[in-house]
């Protein structure tokens, strides 16, 4: 995910997917047509330091131009709507909630591609989960600016600290869009605590 660590700690399989994809996103940005890609900059971390690949979401109804997000503890979304192939790749990071970037995708798709949110699918990747993303409580504060309740979305633990849930925070958002919760599939992995997922926070090498 992170293209500025070494691509050597990833499997074969991943290491080749990474490369293509690599080279996939780079053709996308220097050949789709403008209105084609919604671009809407999270500015984390990946993005401040490797600003060639600045977009945190893509779409497309071209079944030829394969689109993905890479996540090491960011919540990846992918959704297809039947009624419109509308095919979308979403990367959600804390700040990119923030920012309500899922909420200005669906939107978007909604109003300029007729994207029919009550036939779309979602599928939620793995992510770090409500337990494991610890924030410091300044950070938290900020999210009361969301235009909803975002009460139960966060827990505090000191004085300083408290935990963000991200996943429940987006899926708020896509019901709000319209999309239905039998539609919605979110893995319940933990990035963090399951060894077998990359996990930035974890170990900043993977």
């Known amino acids: 995910y992170y293209y500025m660590h070494p691509i050597k700690n990833m499997n074969s399989f991943v290491q080749n997917f ?4 690599g080279k996939q996103r780079k053709y996308l940005l220097a ?4 209105e084609n890609v919604y671009i809407d900059t999270a500015l984390t971390q990946v ?13 497309t109804k071209d079944i030829q131009h394969p689109i993905g997000v890479f996540t090491a503890d960011c919540l990846g979304i992918v959704l297809y709507d039947p009624t419109s192939h509308i095919i979308a790749a979403i990367h959600s990071g804390w700040a990119g909630t923030r920012k309500q970037i899922t909420s200005k995708v669906l939107n978007h798709l909604i109003q300029k591609e007729h994207l029919n949110p009550s036939t779309t699918k979602v599928y939620m990747c793995p992510c770090i ?5 610890e924030m410091g409580t300044d950070i938290l504060e900020t999210f009361h600016q969301l235009p909803f309740d975002v009460s139960p979305f966060i827990k505090t633990i000191s004085t300083t600290k408290g935990l963000l849930d991200n996943r429940g925070l987006n899926i708020e958002m896509l019901k709000r869009c319209g ?7 979110a893995s319940n992995l933990d990035t963090f605590h399951d060894q077998n997922m990359f996990s ?3 170990n900043r090498q993977c």
């Open 18 to 21: 990474a490369y293509s994809l």
């Open 31 to 34: 050949n789709c047509k403008k």
């Open 47 to 59: 993005y401040q330091t490797y600003g060639e690949y600045d977009y945190d979401a893509y779409y």
């Open 129 to 133: 989960q409500f337990d494991s993303l």
């Open 179 to 185: 999309i239905l919760e039998a539609n919605i599939i």
């Open 200 to 202: 930035y926070r974890r």
